[in-house]
């Protein structure tokens, strides 16, 4: 299988706090992607990060991409209730692989 | 512009019978791709369609199928449902499904199998 791996499965901060959340992918890519999704919700689209890039920040997120390793993280800082959702890596290819994901809990 | 739309969003069915679940793509795309999501497999590609041709298809048994209109919408068909067939079903449209764009997705079909 060509599912990545998420680590942690799952993670409970206070609002405020940051979140990091790392992505394991097992073949070469052109570029990695991180989707949100709520609860039991279709996924929406956070950021595109390119196999020439090292790091890339939109608004509140940094994403790092280290294809030696076959790795990704998602850092969200300063975190609020509504980033409560799970937080999916995706492996584009013929098709889109998806990670198994972090589940993100931001306590009020 | 319009999201993804799908439709039902919920349904029951018991075990034998079949389904069919609908999907309206954003306007302009031409991609639209299904997947499977259970607590179990995670998120599971089914298939992919582009200007009424499937052109990917993911490791699901024959009697998921699918297919595409000229205007872009899809519907898949899972045919003698079983209770694994329990999920949710989401379907993601892109403007031409080359890799790296991005996919748009509907808020899911959540299919129970009795």
């Known amino acids: 299988s060509q599912q990545g791996e998420e680590d942690p499965q799952a993670l409970s901060i206070q609002e405020g706090e940051n979140a990091t959340m790392n992505c394991s992918y097992k073949t070469s890519i052109n570029n990695l992607q991180w989707y949100r999704q709520n609860s039991g919700r279709g996924l929406v689209h956070l950021i595109l990060i390119r196999s020439n890039e090292r790091e890339k920040h939109s608004g509140r997120l940094r994403v790092t991409l280290d294809t030696s390793k076959k790795s990704s993280s998602l850092l969200i800082t300063a975190s609020r209730a509504a980033d409560t959702a799970s937080y999916f890596c995706a492996q584009p290819g013929n098709q889109f692989y998806f990670g198994t994901g972090t589940s993100l809990t931001v306590i009020p | 512009k319009a999201g993804v739309t799908q439709t039902p969003r919920y349904l029951i069915k018991t075990r034998g019978q079949q389904v069919t679940l609908s999907c309206s793509p954003i306007s302009g795309h031409r991609s639209v791709s299904w997947y499977q999501q259970t607590p179990g497999q995670g998120l599971q590609f089914l298939f992919e369609?582009?200007?009424?041709?499937?052109?990917n298809k993911g490791n699901f048994p024959g009697r998921f199928s699918g297919r595409q209109f000229s205007n872009s919408r899809s519907e898949m068909n899972v045919s003698t449902l079983e209770l694994g067939d329990s999920a949710l079903y989401l379907c993601a449209s892109s403007l031409a499904g080359y890799e790296g764009e991005t996919q748009y997705f509907g808020p899911g079909t959540r299919l129970l199998v009795l």
């Open positions: 369609y582009f200007s009424e041709t499937q052109r």
